[in-house]
């Protein structure tokens, strides 16, 4: 019992919280008591049920000063039925009697404060902070963080960068050459300088001029300034004049890169003759590299080349058909002025011989009618004079003939 009793407390110690849900842990027992809490039920002795030729027990046998009865225990008393109400009324009536026999409280109290607590702050105050071991390991490792890039900025920039680096430096190719103008002398001091820089770089030697990062910050400035007088770089120009400069200065003899005036005369022309035999076998294994990269690249791009040469003529047609059209235009364009103004000059002529015509008709038409009453008055005439030798006299209405209304 006392093993599954620590099981269930050991159950309850360990789980977690309720609210993430789940199963809850089993337990051995569900009424959570212990084994120490658990007594035996009281029972009243049943006298039939005992052996009748049993030997008589006395109480003597008990520890003096405890009371033995035949029923271990009161017998609880139960009223569930409300049978005993005057039972209950008379243990109130006690548990009153009972309490008022208890002494009056008393209202009295005062408020004593510490005399050590304004001490204590005192001394709390007046205490020197200790800092904490690991306060001081990120204290000194953000110092000494601090000192390296510090000694770092001073480091040059393959240095910085970890950029690849020369295992062996070739102290050759640091020789002071002839001055012959101000770019041989300028060529000599950024050689030096640059052997110093390889040499901390490489084999850690300290160079004797240490500079500081103000002097190195200010050299930069004026280099970026002078680089800025330049003009635009052409990166590709430079590296071609560079490459122009420093040809034929090294060669490869005896198994390192030397200049040619290093080599004895006897044996230059057998170094520069293998020195040339080298560039031309690395030129005929280019060349075949190339041609097996470009039978590659046709075989890929075969497909791809139909297609552009579909394309470029059906481009070449069309620019072609575009010109024309345009040449097309053009010509419509110019002949559409010619006809406008041919047109406005036809408008003006048959303008010009509409009026005329208009004046002629008018002429015409007076004149026609100047010959139409002529005419009329000829007519008219040889009626009269008809009328006058051939035909009767004729008479008016008054009676009169036409020389006597006359007259």
């Known amino acids: 019992m006392a093993f599954r009793a620590a099981d269930d407390l050991l159950a309850l110690t360990n789980t977690e919280t309720p609210l993430k849900g789940g199963e809850n842990n089993p337990l051995h027992s569900t009424d959570f008591t212990a084994p120490s809490s658990i007594r035996a039920g009281i029972q009243t002795p049943n006298t039939v049920l005992a052996a009748i030729g049993q030997t008589p027990r006395t109480n003597y046998e008990q520890t003096p000063g405890t009371v033995v009865s035949a029923t271990p225990g009161a017998t609880p008393f139960r009223d569930q039925l409300n049978i005993n109400k005057e039972a209950q009324r008379a243990s109130v009536e006690e548990l009153r009697q009972q309490l008022k026999t208890l002494p009056t409280p008393k209202n009295d109290f005062e408020v004593v404060m510490p005399e050590d607590e304004v001490k204590s702050d005192e001394e709390d105050f007046d205490m020197e902070w200790v800092e904490d071991a690991g306060e001081l390991d990120s204290k000194r490792a953000s110092l000494l ?103 034929g200065r090294q060669i490869f003899y005896n198994g390192r890169f030397v200049t040619v005036d290093e080599i004895p005369r006897k044996e230059r022309s057998k170094a520069l003759a293998t020195e040339i035999e080298k560039f031309v076998v690395l030129g005929k294994q280019i060349k075949s590299k190339t041609e097996k990269v470009q039978n590659k690249v046709k075989v890929i791009l075969q497909g791809f080349e139909k297609i552009q040469e579909t394309a470029i003529n059906t481009i070449q047609t069309n620019q072609h058909d575009f010109q024309i059209s345009g040449m097309e235009v053009e010509t419509f364009r110019t002949l559409q002025e010619y006809e406008v103004n041919a047109a406005n000059l036809r408008v003006q002529n048959l303008t010009k011989e509409v009026n005329e015509i208009k004046e002629d008709e008018a002429a015409l038409q007076k004149e026609y009618s100047d010959l139409m009453h002529q005419q009329w008055e000829i007519n008219q005439k040889m009626l009269r004079k008809q009328a006058t030798t051939e035909g009767e006299a004729i008479t008016y209405s008054n009676g009169n003939t036409p020389a006597e209304n006359q007259q």
Do not use: C, H, W
């Not at 102290?171 to 040499?199: G, W």
């Open 145 to 247: 963080e601090k000192k390296k890039q510090k000694e770092l900025a001073l480091r040059s920039e393959v240095f910085r960068r970890d950029l690849p680096k020369p295992s062996k430096l070739n102290d050759s190719f640091f020789k002071r050459y002839p001055v012959k103008n101000e770019y041989d002398e300028a060529d000599n001091l950024i050689r030096a300088e640059m052997r110093n820089i390889l040499r901390y770089d490489v084999n850690g030697t300290l160079p004797a001029d240490n500079f500081t990062f103000e002097e190195l910050r200010d050299a930069s400035i004026l280099i970026d300034s002078e680089a800025r007088k330049r003009g635009e770089f052409d990166e590709e120009e430079y590296m071609q004049r560079a490459i122009a400069q420093t040809s």
